[in-house]
């Protein structure tokens, strides 16, 4: 079955980096997009960003163009999320995501807290 495990979050300072990860399974990887969403407390959940099958076109929200970057490893069957700069408007749970067979599925998500 389809399986998205996220990990990497924690408590950094605003201004500090992270890279979350996603390890999927369960679907050919290397055929998908693949995005990363956040849910901030009392908010709707929202897209970051996306990337493409062979990683050759990303998408970006506004939000965070210039200081995120996604990335693949389809060797890996990995997703990554590099997070620089970051604002405590950036906290949230981040998910990972892939759109398959008519669904989306969907991972438990990382805790990412940005504060001082």
């Known amino acids: 079955q389809v399986q998205l495990v996220e990990s990497g979050g924690g408590l950094v300072q605003p201004g500090g980096s992270l890279r979350l990860s996603c390890a999927a399974s369960?679907?050919?990887?290397?055929?998908?997009?693949m995005s990363w969403y956040r849910q901030a407390p009392g908010k709707e959940r929202e897209l970051v960003a996306a990337?493409?099958?062979?990683?050759?076109?990303?998408n970006y929200a506004d939000s965070v163009k210039g200081r995120f970057t996604i990335s693949r490893d389809n060797a890996k069957n990995t997703v990554y999320l590099q997070m620089n700069g970051l604002k405590p408007e950036d906290t949230a749970v981040y998910y990972c995501?892939?759109?398959?067979?008519?669904?989306?599925?969907w991972g438990k998500g990382t805790l990412v807290t940005v504060s001082s």
């Open positions: 990337i493409t099958s062979a990683g050759g076109l990303t």
């Open positions: 995501k892939v759109r398959l067979n008519g669904g989306d599925y």
């Open positions: 369960g679907f050919t990887f290397s055929r998908y997009i």
